[in-house]
């Protein structure tokens, strides 16, 4: 037989519920929380942080934008240089 190599002992927190909606096993017990992930704190930014924030998915969103833009360029040099030449 094997041994399990695993030695925890169950705290109680719950890490991934199993309890779904729609599964016969569904109790409904109300929302289940656990003290180690609050869920009603909400962390505020200051300005700085917030313009940072911006400023890093700007860039991110400039970054795709960029990559689309290249390719569709270089399928434009593509059909004009090569296959419609």
């Given at each position: 037989m094997a041994k399990n190599k695993f030695d925890?002992?169950?705290d109680g927190r719950i890490i991934a519920p199993m309890n779904v909606d729609g599964?016969?096993?569904y109790l409904n017990h109300g929302k289940q929380s656990d003290e180690n992930?609050?869920?009603n704190v909400k962390e505020q930014l200051t300005p700085s942080q917030?313009?940072?924030f911006m400023?890093?998915?700007l860039k991110a969103i400039l970054l795709i934008f960029?990559?689309?833009f290249l390719v569709f360029f270089l399928f434009l040099l593509?059909?004009?240089k090569v296959w419609f030449a």
């Open positions: 925890a002992e169950d599964m016969p096993w992930f609050p869920s917030r313009r940072a400023f890093g998915v960029s990559v689309y593509f059909c004009s």
